[in-house]
């Protein structure tokens, strides 16, 4: 295969041949699940996945159902239907790719159900959506950890019945609805829900080379597509042709792969070494490595298939938490399939306490690992070293490992005691709830009180275009009170279009967290910035399952600098976070005007995200004057504020409760942050920063 992925437009890609590879393989076993593709900015990711698309097998249709349905078997509740039964006419039709945008509405997902006209004309109308489009096709959401819950929800939903489900004001409508689920994401906007991160079977991570000369065909060959796209898909549509065919015999060879006991031995051996939850991990790799068999032409499942597939299907499994990024150490993938493997089918049933060697605790994703950035290889199945190539992602130079560095600390001046190392954050907690007061108009989330299209109905109005949701009660209402109705005597009452009255929800919103963080002197004793750090993780924490945007504002020395500007990678966060280096003088007020800077220009970025500032620090300030204090806290008029108290010396000064006023903040603890059981149920307004 390796001259085809030379041929191919994106070869130059690391992770390109594993991609592709995943792709076929659900083609030949749709069982497997989906394809997840982790990967930065500008290695052509959605690219690469519309391009692979086209290269899968076309499907045969019944001419003109827009549910693709199966001529073969067609769908008995199909919309479009009823079909004429087996062996009705058919036409071959390429794999369909519908695009799920983030942004997307509810109904452009699962199609909408027009009430209005049920209720009016009395007739159902019912417009197929995205799920009826991907139906035996593939179903691409790019920017997949940016999609909302709600549309997460209902396509979870989906994946696992295969079959769409939509339902207004009790008039519902059914249709099949399988498909390959593809997403790509950069991990550097933030992680994916665990969820759906163990939905999709496969995982493939995709890096641009790091060899020149690679880079320099992967440019040429993208000038050459995009001169002449036809000419370019003509050069690859043998190779497209060759591979409906390998994948037709991959599934025509599917049933007869015989998993040998020892091989699902050595399956279940390596994911429990992996510390996996659940017996999904087990299925979908089981299920990989037959696939992989089918499409090798072999009958027996071997060792490579086990490895191949573990490779595709454990890396997002292993995860420990949120702040964690998923990776797979293919040392010890090597030692769990020799161990699992040394231990042949004539084992007796005792657990063996002679076996060799202590019981490996499994492989520990330990700092040693942080950042995996796992090179699941230009090394195609078969090459157990686990980084061939030294300049490899996982090499020295590893240049897309600079996030994990330290920020310069330029604002540190030669005068200043030098920074001490960096204190470990303490282990996080489940933090309090923070919401910024008011009702907002924010993308979907978890925090703040929001009007929106998502939530518990609060009221109803008349629409100003098509109604989102329909408020039923209120709209028979308002036919009834304009007349005319049927003669007597029956007096029904008429609906007009004019009389339809949308449903007005209440959610909640995801918010931006900016934080400020004190990392001088007077904040470094080591066990209190530990304690520091463990409580902004947990904020952070509280984030991440929140759907925030984050930001980290951080003052000592000489001033204050944005450690990360705002983003929704929480994870990026917390790295910033563990490496702060703390020392110094307080410029507390430098801290104040930078964060009231960022979030200037943060309005003007996102207007309709609302911001939570949470200032963090003793309150002692011992660099700048109160007038260059209480100028920075008038700049931050107007937005939701919160000061976390880390004074703990004996005799308080209180200095944390001045700025708290300044701010018309509320103020908490370290320990005040740290939610009470039941705590987060009760909602109590306050002027400011309002607290649950
Ligand atoms: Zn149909």
């Known amino acids: 295969m390796a001259t085809a992925d030379n041929a191919y437009p994106f070869a130059g890609i690391v992770g390109m041949a594993d991609l592709k590879l995943a792709l076929l393989l659900n083609a030949v076993s749709s ?71 983030v942004g997307a509405t509810e109904d452009r997902l699962t199609g909408s159900l027009d009430i209005e006209r049920v209720l009016t004309a009395g007739t159902t109308a019912f417009q197929p959506g995205l799920l009826a489009a991907a139906h035996r096709g593939v179903l691409y959401v790019d920017e997949v950890n940016l999609l909302h819950d709600h549309l997460v929800d209902l396509l979870l939903d989906a994946a696992a019945l295969g ?113 996996v939850d659940g017996m999904r991990a087990d299925l979908v790799t089981a299920r990989t490595a037959i696939a992989l068999a089918a499409w090798s032409g ?5 060792e490579e298939d086990i490895r191949t597939a573990a490779r595709l299907a454990l890396p997002h499994r292993r995860r420990r938490d949120p702040f964690d990024a998923p990776g797979l150490d293919e040392q010890a993938l090597e030692e769990a399939l020799r161990e699992a493997a040394s231990q042949g089918p004539d084992t007796p049933e005792d657990p063996g306490p002679d076996s060799p060697g202590p019981d490996s605790p499994g492989p520990d994703p330990g700092p040693e690992n942080p950042d995996p950035s796992n090179p699941n290889g230009p090394s195609g199945p078969g090459n157990p070293d686990p980084d061939p190539d030294p300049n490899g992602p996982g090499g020295p130079s590893g240049g897309q490992n600079t996030s994990a560095a330290p920020p310069a600390s330029s604002s540190s001046s030669a005068a200043e005691a030098p920074p001490s190392a960096p204190a470990a ?32 109905t609060v009221g109803a109005r008349v629409p100003q275009s098509r109604p989102f949701a329909l408020h039923l009660p209120a709209t028979v209402r308002a036919a009834a009170l304009r007349g005319p109705h049927t003669p007597e005597p029956a007096r029904r009452v008429i609906l007009a279009p004019a009389d339809l009255r949308e449903a007005m929800r209440e959610g909640r919103e995801g918010n931006l967290v900016l934080f400020a963080v004190d990392a001088s002197g007077s904040m470094a004793a080591r066990q209190r910035m530990r304690a520091v750090k463990g409580a902004v993780l947990s904020l952070l924490l509280d ?35 563990a490496s702060l280096p703390t020392g110094g003088r307080t410029p507390l007020a430098a801290g104040l005007a930078k964060a009231a800077r960022v979030l200037a220009a943060e309005r003007l970025r996102d207007p309709r995200r609302r911001a939570l500032l949470v200032v963090v620090t003793d309150g002692r300030a011992t660099s700048g004057s109160d007038a260059d204090l209480a100028r920075a806290a008038a700049t931050l008029a107007g937005v939701a504020s919160v000061v976390v108290d880390c004074e703990s010396s004996v005799l308080r000064l209180g200095l944390a ?20 059981p039941g705590l987060a149920a009760v909602a109590r307004p306050r002027t400011r920063g309002r607290v649950a």
Do not use: W
């Not at 000419?231 to 409906?244: D, M, V």
């Not at 072999?298 to 071997?302: A, G, H, L, N, Y």
């Not at 929140?546 to 917390?574: H, I, M, Q, W, Y």
């Open 657 to 676: 409760e001045r700025l708290a006023i300044l701010l018309a903040a509320d103020r908490f603890s370290l320990d005040e942050l740290e939610a009470g």
């Open 298 to 302: 072999r009958d027996v499942v071997t």
């Open 163 to 275: 079959v769409n489900y939509v339902e207004r004001e009790g008039v519902s409508v059914r249709h099949a609805s399988r498909f390959l689920l593809v997403g790509t994401m950069n991990p550097e906007e933030g992680e994916l829900r665990p969820q759906l991160l163990d939905r999709f079977g496969l995982t493939v991570q995709v890096t641009a080379s790091h060899d020149p000369a690679e880079r320099a065909e992967v440019v040429r060959r993208r000038l050459a597509f995009e001169a002449d796209p036809a000419a370019f898909a003509r050069r690859f549509a043998g190779e497209g042709a060759a591979l409906a065919g390998q994948v037709a015999a991959a599934r025509a060879r599917l049933p007869r792969v015989d998993l040998p006991d020892a091989a699902l031995r050595q399956i279940c051996a390596v994911c429990s070494a992996f510390g």
């Open 425 to 456: 954050p303490a282990a996080p907690f489940r933090a309090r709830l923070l919401t910024v007061p008011g009702v907002g108009e924010g993308a979907p989330g978890r925090r703040s009180a929001a009007r929106g299209p998502f939530g518990r």
């Open 543 to 577: 984030a991440y399952q929140r759907r925030d945007k984050v930001g980290l504002v951080t003052f000592r020395g000489a001033g204050a600098e944005l450690a990360l500007p705002p983003t929704s990678s929480v994870e990026a966060a917390a790295r910033r976070l």
């Open 31 to 101: 069982a497997i699940g989906g394809v997840l593709v982790r990967g930065e900015k500008g290695t052509a990711k959605s690219t690469m996945v519309r391009g692979l698309a086209a290269l899968l097998p076309p499907v045969p249709v019944v001419p003109g159902c827009p549910y693709s349905c199966d001529p073969a078997a067609p769908d008995p509740g199909c919309p479009a239907g009823p079909h004429a039964g087996a062996g009705a006419a058919a036409e071959l039709r390429p794999v369909a790719l519908a695009e799920l945008p």
